[in-house]
């Protein structure tokens, strides 16, 4: 039981019953057997047909490359990368312009009087 009694009762009364009971278990509906016989009756398996057992021996048919093609293990594997030091360089570029343009400029005119 609580400490203390509630000091205001509820604001909204209890809601309603259901008007409505629910529905009974709805009852299974058996599918009937189909009345047609299959069109047409089934083929009977066919007779494996036994091959010959080859003879001879196997030979590739692609030579040996020249050049060794790289390995694939490393394929999926993160090192290194190169990407990505574009932008460093185009910055640098753009600095050394703006350096350069400040530096060489136009001398400013005298005012004889």
Same mark, same amino acid.
């Given at each position: 039981?609580?400490?203390?009694?509630?000091?205001?009762?509820?604001?909204?009364?209890? *809601?309603? #019953? &259901?008007?409505?009971?629910? =529905? %009974? @278990? !709805?009852? /299974? +509906?058996? $599918?009937?057997?189909? *009345?047609? #016989? &299959?069109?047409?009756?089934? =083929? %009977? @398996? !066919?007779? /494996? +047909?036994? $091959?010959?057992?080859? *003879?001879?021996?196997?030979?590739?048919?692609?030579?040996?490359?020249?050049?060794?093609?790289?390995?694939?293990?490393?394929?999926?594997?993160?090192?290194?990368?190169?990407?990505?030091?574009?932008?460093?360089?185009?910055?640098?570029?753009?600095?050394?312009?703006?350096?350069?343009?400040?530096?060489?400029?136009?001398?400013?005119?005298?005012?004889?009087?």
């Amino acid at each position: 039981p609580p400490t203390t009694p509630p000091t205001t009762p509820p604001t909204e009364p209890p *809601t309603t #019953p &259901p008007t409505t009971p629910p =529905t %009974a @278990t !709805p009852e /299974p +509906v058996v $599918t009937p057997t189909p *009345t047609t #016989p &299959p069109t047409t009756p089934p =083929t %009977a @398996t !066919p007779e /494996p +047909v036994v $091959t010959p057992t080859p *003879t001879g021996t196997v030979v590739a048919e692609t030579g040996t490359p020249r050049v060794t093609p790289p390995s694939t293990d490393a394929i999926g594997t993160t090192g290194p990368s190169t990407t990505g030091n574009g932008w460093a360089l185009a910055m640098v570029a753009l600095g050394g312009l703006a350096l350069s343009a400040l530096l060489i400029r136009p001398a400013a005119k005298r005012n004889r009087r």
